[in-house]
């Protein structure tokens, strides 16, 4: 199985800005679709933004367009996202995705197989 691991989350203030890695462990394969989603308390599990590596095309929600970024390096098997001008509204875990190969909706997160356990943003 293919382990992913996030960082980069913690406390910060209103305007702010967070860079959020995922690690994966090492896997083989041409193409897959990496994510990130976000689930605020009492809240459902939302995409925020995804990177395609067949076509590196990205994809982002409504809320997360033009504040962030997201990217990969393929030689280290992570991605980042970048946010900014963060507000409280931003408050969530934020959760790494893969889907391997990728199939369906950037947004859809039943097509993702492999999760990592998330990393929390709060924005005060």
């Known amino acids: 199985d293919v382990q992913l691991v996030e960082s980069g989350g913690g406390p910060v203030q209103a305007g702010a800005s967070l860079r959020l890695s995922c690690a994966a462990s090492?896997?083989?394969?041409?193409?897959?679709?990496m994510a990130w989603f976000r689930q605020a308390p009492g809240g459902e599990r939302e995409g925020v933004a995804a990177i395609y590596t067949g076509n590196g095309r990205t994809y982002y929600s409504a809320s997360g367009q033009g504040r962030f970024t997201i990217s990969r390096d393929t030689a280290k098997y992570t991605v980042y996202l970048q946010m900014s001008n963060l507000t409280p509204a931003d408050t969530a875990m934020y959760y790494c995705a893969l889907d391997v190969p990728p199939n369906g909706r950037w947004d859809d997160e039943e097509r993702y197989t492999y999760w990592g356990r998330g990393t929390q943003v709060t924005v005060s």
């Open positions: 090492e896997f083989t394969a041409p193409h897959y679709c």
